[in-house]
């Protein structure tokens, strides 16, 4: 496939959006929706690294996986062809280096570690997202201010120190004035090409330090909460409501290795052209600290 031959009509059809609903200016209602509908259809997912295959990052191939194949990606492959779609409908894209807090380890990675997107509408800066998977944030976060956003029974918040922006979060239960923030990610605003990412992009499909070489994963959002694949398990999280009385309610299942294709199928849409090897490995801590 070669460029000339991505739509940006299969693309939209792809997240579930209209080409109808498209405005002829692009504006941050269409950009908000845009991001949600990416989460919601496009998975958050590794699978290519535990089924025999590698991940490229040109943008024509991306398109292939993701829309033709119905596949998902990490951050460079979403959010790379995100961009793009974001491009063609006439946003002001740029692409930042980011640096994610490891949950299991406590490090961050090292720059270009993860990919995300500055969209400019109105004269006002936007912080996209649609390649993190928890606790990654459904729509845009404002990048002109520094203060709590809230986003469902979540808050962020993109604090600065000196040149460094730190994306932050807190749940329900944690609001108060006192509340600890929790670090995501952090980031800064000096440009990036696609090319910039590719030697991080191979690290994560090779080090011992990354996610994505020790456990095979897939998430993605949905309305109602989140279904995430690691391993040998599957976690549905239902978003607190009435129905679950203002709580979060997770249930995990423990999965047999001939269980996890139908698995993949039912609850992804996801069908793989070849065997996939589950993984859970522990991560080992880098050996540089970032």
Not at 16 to 34: D, G, M
Request: charge should be negative; charged fraction near 20%; include cysteine.
């Amino acid at each position: 496939m070669t460029s000339a031959e991505m739509d940006v009509g299969k693309y939209l059809s792809r997240i579930n959006f209209s080409s109808s609903s498209v405005p002829a200016e692009p504006s941050l209602p269409l950009l908000r929706a845009l991001h949600t509908c990416h989460l919601r259809a496009v998975p958050f997912e590794d699978l290519t690294v535990h089924s025999g295959g590698r991940v490229h990052l040109e943008l024509p191939l991306l398109y292939h996986k993701i829309v033709v194949q119905h596949r998902g990606g990490f951050c460079c492959e979403n959010n790379s062809l995100f961009s793009w779609l974001l491009t063609q409908l006439g946003f002001q894209v740029t692409l930042l280096s980011g640096q994610v807090r490891n949950s299991f380890t406590g490090f961050y990675g090292p720059p270009c570690d993860h990919m995300v997107l500055m969209v400019c509408v109105g004269g006002r800066r936007w912080l996209c997202d649609v390649g993190f998977g928890v606790p990654g944030f459904s729509t845009p976060l404002s990048m002109e201010t520094n203060g709590p956003q809230v986003q469902g029974h979540r808050v962020y918040r993109i604090r600065k120190s000196e040149e460094m922006h730190f994306v932050e979060w807190r749940g329900d239960e944690n609001r108060g004035e006192d509340g600890e923030w929790t670090e995501i990610y952090k980031f800064t605003f000096a440009p990036r090409c696609l090319e910039d990412f590719t030697e991080m992009c191979q690290y994560h499909q090779s080090s011992p330090s990354s996610i994505f070489f020790c456990k095979s994963l897939c998430t993605i959002l949905k309305p109602y909460g989140r279904i995430t694949y690691i391993g040998r398990r599957l976690i549905t999280v239902i978003f607190p409501s009435e129905a679950t009385g203002g709580m979060v309610e997770t249930t995990t299942r423990e999965l047999q290795d001939e269980e996890i294709p139908a698995i993949l199928a039912e609850k992804f849409g996801i069908v793989l052209p070849s065997t996939l090897i589950p993984k859970d490995d522990t991560i080992t801590p880098p050996a540089v600290i970032y």
